[in-house]
């Protein structure tokens, strides 16, 4: 499996000069094998004017057919390397991103969207591959294959050279024009089609309370909106598309007209200069004519992708904002292979915490103010404060979904850094308040992929009072796209998870008991001493008196205490 690690970003105009320029020279050399095919056609004219025999005559034909295979084959050859490499580079780009967003910690303030990251990861992505296979090889042809034929006709007729030469640079300068605007209206509608996708993902995950509010004509009308902007804005793109192609068909049939009646004059008589003191002949003046039209192609071909690149860069741009530098989870993926840390242990883990600090960003203020605890192998603590005093932001900043600011967390004496994060975070259960149920059986939605073997599941499943669950469901599949689960049995699976991870020595537990009846807050505090009880430590965050009461001892993140709890079941009791 490929390790998630993070990777430095990347800017996109430094991504965008980096895809296969072979296969856009190989193209460059098959424009260029234009030339002998229409000395060829001219010569063959020429021939045919002179009434020389056939035989010759079949041999141009023969020549400039093989030169034509042979374009034909480096050109096919050039655009299947540009496209792979271009591919190859996007989906590099892309796992960047996706390893990027992977990293980043629950705790990060700018997280995109669950719809605009999938919007950008799988759609608006797809841009980036057409943007270096075909505008960034169209724009090596326009560097390079006018220049050329600029030097072959200005060898032959300064007069002709001078029409392209003047006519050739309106039409960048037009472009750019509208290229600016084109990036723009691209990067409007990408942001539309993120905004779209983020909307409907956000409002179908929503829909039962939608309905049940009597909110769906609302939401119907506010889907039509954006469907309908994002409409607007696709006719924008388009249109700025079709006013760039029509400004370079007219300057380069401007240019070509003017070469061909310079041409026919000359030829004529009419117009006796231009040809460096003599007068062009039949093949020379039809050679100067045919490289006229392909001095303008690879400009026309850079305008027909002028879109790809607006839709690329902006796609490169959206790749690169879903990696907004932020916290980050601690570890990579990788444990530490020789650490004494990734050996597995069996004994509760010990806590300490040295003057913890943390800040979601630089601009906003300290959440979490020099905090320090010990807490020893073993022991049951409840993390006690006002709402927003930190109680959540510790607990995360405990199992590394986040660095912190300034301070250090140690189990049994080990720093919590990145290269022991993932070894350490092995041995810990998290219990969510509402765990999320994947799209998936029972079973494996206790199992998690981690390696469990089924005595172990089966014991987890007993703990959690699961069974019967389990017996109606079978292998159904429950959470999204298949039958839910209630609350009680959500938390239980919660419950069952923690009871299944192997090698389990800390127990973190955030808010576990809010907003459940007294019945399923007892079965759930229960559930937590039990699993201390098998030799784990227990940390939770609570507003709950009764859990706290249940504790070995309190700790307190702004120096406000739980009220004297009562009402404590006796079994509670004896296992507190
Ligand atoms: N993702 C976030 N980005 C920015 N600030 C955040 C974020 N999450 C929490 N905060 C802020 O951090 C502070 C501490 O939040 P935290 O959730 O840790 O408190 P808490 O004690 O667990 O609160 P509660 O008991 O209400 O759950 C709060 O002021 C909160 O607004």
């Not at 050109?75 to 892309?94: I, P």
């Not at 409007?188 to 009597?214: C, E, P, T, W």
């Not at 308040?433 to 390696?451: E, F, M, T, Y």
């Not at 192997?502 to 007294?518: I, K, N, S, Y």
């Amino acid at each position: 499996m490929p390790s998630i690690r993070a990777t430095p970003s990347t800017s996109s105009s430094a991504v965008a000069s980096r895809p296969s320029a072979q296969g856009a020279w190989w193209q460059v050399l098959a424009a260029l094998l234009w030339l002998p095919q229409a000395a060829v056609i001219a010569w063959g004219i020429e021939a045919i004017h002179q009434q020389a025999d056939w035989s010759a005559l079949a041999k141009a034909c023969a020549v400039f057919l093989a030169l034509g295979l042979l374009r034909a084959l480096v050109d096919g050859y050039g655009l299947r390397r540009a496209f792979a490499a271009a591919r190859a580079h996007t989906q590099l780009l892309r796992l960047q991103a996706l390893q990027a967003l992977a990293l980043h910690s629950p705790l990060h303030p700018q997280r995109p969207s669950a719809g605009l990251a999938a919007s950008v990861l799988n759609e608006q992505a797809d841009h980036i591959t057409p943007y270096f296979a075909r505008y960034t090889t169209a724009r090596t042809k326009v560097m390079v294959v006018p220049l050329v034929i600029l030097v072959c006709v200005f060898s032959l007729s300064w007069v002709a050279g001078l029409v392209l030469l003047v006519a050739a640079p309106l039409i960048p300068i037009f472009m750019a024009l509208v290229g600016w605007r084109a990036e723009a209206a691209s990067k409007k509608h990408l942001q539309d089609v993120g905004n779209l996708n983020q909307f409907l993902l956000d409002r179908l995950q929503g829909l039962a309370s939608i309905r049940g509010l009597g909110a769906v004509a609302q939401v119907a009308q506010q889907l039509a909106r954006t469907a309908e902007q994002l409409r607007a804005n696709t006719m924008a793109v388009l249109k700025i598309a079709f006013l760039s192609s029509a400004v370079l068909e007219l300057f380069s049939a401007l240019g070509v007209a003017l070469v061909a009646v310079y041409v026919g004059f000359h030829l004529l008589g009419q117009i006796p200069f231009g040809s460096w003191g003599g007068t062009l002949g039949l093949a020379q003046a039809l050679f100067v004519l045919l490289l006229a039209p392909a001095f303008f192609e690879p400009l026309r071909e850079l305008s027909a992708v002028w879109h790809d690149k607006a839709a690329g860069v902006a796609a490169l741009d959206a790749l690169q904002a879903l990696q907004q530098p932020g916290p980050q989870l601690v570890g990579t993926g990788n444990g530490h292979p020789d650490s004494a840390a990734s050996a597995p242990k069996t004994t509760a883990a010990a806590l300490t915490i040295q003057d913890l600090s943390f800040q979601y960003s630089t601009q906003s203020p300290l959440v979490v103010q020099a905090f320090s605890a010990e807490i020893g192998a073993g022991e049951r603590v409840a993390l006690w404060g006002e709402s927003g005093s930190g109680k959540s932001t510790v607990m995360a900043l405990i199992a590394g979904l986040a660095a912190p600011s300034a301070g250090s967390i140690l189990i049994d004496g080990q720093a919590m850094d990145p290269a022991y994060a993932d070894s350490l975070r092995s041995g810990m259960a998290w219990v969510a308040q509402k765990p999320h149920v994947l799209a998936a059986s029972l079973v494996d939605n206790i199992r998690l992929g981690r390696d469990i073997d089924d005595a172990a599941l089966q014991q987890a499943v007993q703990r959690a009072a699961l069974g019967p669950v389990l017996a109606l469901r079978g292998n159904t599949v429950v959470g999204d796209g298949g039958l839910g689960l209630s609350g009680g049995e959500a938390l239980r699976l919660t419950l069952a998870r923690a009871a299944a991870t192997p090698g389990c020595r800390l127990v973190l537990a955030d808010e576990p008991t809010a907003h459940l009846d007294a019945e399923t807050a007892q079965f759930v505090r229960q559930g937590l001493l039990a699993l201390a009880a098998r030799g784990a430590t227990l940390v939770v965050a609570t507003h709950d008196p009764l859990l706290a009461a249940c504790m070995d001892r309190v700790l307190s993140l702004d120096g406000s205490q739980p009220p004297i709890a009562t009402g404590l079941p006796a079994a509670m009791r004896s296992i507190a």
